[in-house]
């Protein structure tokens, strides 16, 4: 059966975590049955690393305040969490699935497929971010 998307429940998820005036720094795109739908949401990073267990697949969206002493700025990242108990089919249609996602999620600055617990370590997340951020005046810094 082929996946679908719920695009305006996504889309109401997705601006809450690109809004300035909330808490809400991430949330999670699940699937409820052939439909992905918004998941989990939060303001703690740790809390998103919590619900990325070994028997799911999930898209989650991010927020990350990121720069250096110089400018501090937003940027967002996408994450593909495949759980490591999760079956050969459900990982290889992950990747046609994310395309309906990206039809919601449109705006970030690094996406990131991940299936250990270890490469969700924030600081990780974040060295991929200033990786992808351009200048960095962190060097001129006192």
């Known amino acids: ?3 679908k998307i ?3 429940a996504c889309r109401e998820a ?3 975590v690109r809004d300035d005036a ?3 720094s991430w949330v ?3 699937y409820e049955g052939s439909t992905i739908v918004p998941g989990e949401q939060g303001s703690e990073y740790e809390e998103f690393v919590s619900s990325c267990t070994d028997d799911i697949r999930l898209f989650a969206y991010i927020r990350f ?3 250096d002493a110089m400018s501090k ?3 967002f990242v996408l994450i593909t969490w495949i759980g490591e108990e999760v079956g050969g089919l459900q990982r290889a249609k992950i990747g046609t699935d994310k395309t309906l996602v990206k039809e919601v999620v449109q705006c970030f600055a690094k996406e990131l497929v991940i299936t250990d617990h270890k ?3 924030e600081e990780c997340i974040r060295n991929e971010l200033k990786k992808a951020g351009g200048a960095n005046y962190d060097a001129q810094a006192e």
Do not use: C, H, I, P
Request: glycine share 8%.
């Open 1 to 3: 059966m082929a996946t």
């Open 6 to 8: 719920d695009k305006e």
């Open 14 to 16: 997705y601006n809450l």
């Open 22 to 24: 909330n808490g809400v």
């Open 28 to 30: 999670t795109f699940k």
């Open 65 to 67: 305040m990121t720069g």
């Open 73 to 75: 700025r937003v940027k």
């Open 119 to 121: 490469d969700l370590d």
